[in-house]
Nanobody, 124 residues
Framework: QVQLVESGGGAVQAGGSLTISCQMS????????VAWFREAPGKEREGVAA????????YYTDSAKGRFTISQDNAKNTVYLQMKSLKPEDTAMYYC?????????????????WGQGTQVSVSS
């Protein structure tokens, strides 16, 4: 059974940086793509970044390009999202997703497993 546990969220000021983590267990490491999504109050869940866990291309939504970096540590079974130049509009609950079933990487329905989320709040 796949389990995803996010951590590292918090409150930062605009322009600051934050790195959030997703500890993964029960997953066949080299078979599944993983992604970070976020959901702000009153908004739909939005794909932020994705990558293949066995190494490969990375994908970012336009608002994340140049500011966010998704990476993995195979030895720790952990995926990270490094966020720089944070903006108030980045404020959201951030979720890790895995077990990609195919389709568009930014589509929440394409993933079979989710973590509980970690809150990121950016003040102006």
């Amino acid at each position: 059974q796949v389990q995803l546990v996010e951590s590292g969220g918090g409150a930062v000021q605009a322009g600051g940086s934050l790195t959030i983590s997703c500890q993964m267990s029960g997953i066949t490491w080299r078979m599944w793509s993983v992604a970070w999504f976020r959901e702000a109050p009153g908004k739909e869940r939005e794909g932020v970044a994705a990558m293949a866990t066995g190494g490969g291309p990375t994908y970012y939504t336009d608002s994340a390009k140049g500011r966010f970096t998704i990476s993995q540590d195979n030895a720790k079974n952990t995926v990270y999202l490094q966020m720089k130049s944070l903006k108030p509009e980045d404020t959201a609950m951030y979720y890790c997703a895995a077990e990609f079933k195919g389709g568009k990487w930014w589509d929440p329905t394409a993933y079979g497993s989710w973590g509980q989320g970690t809150q990121v709040s950016v003040s102006s």
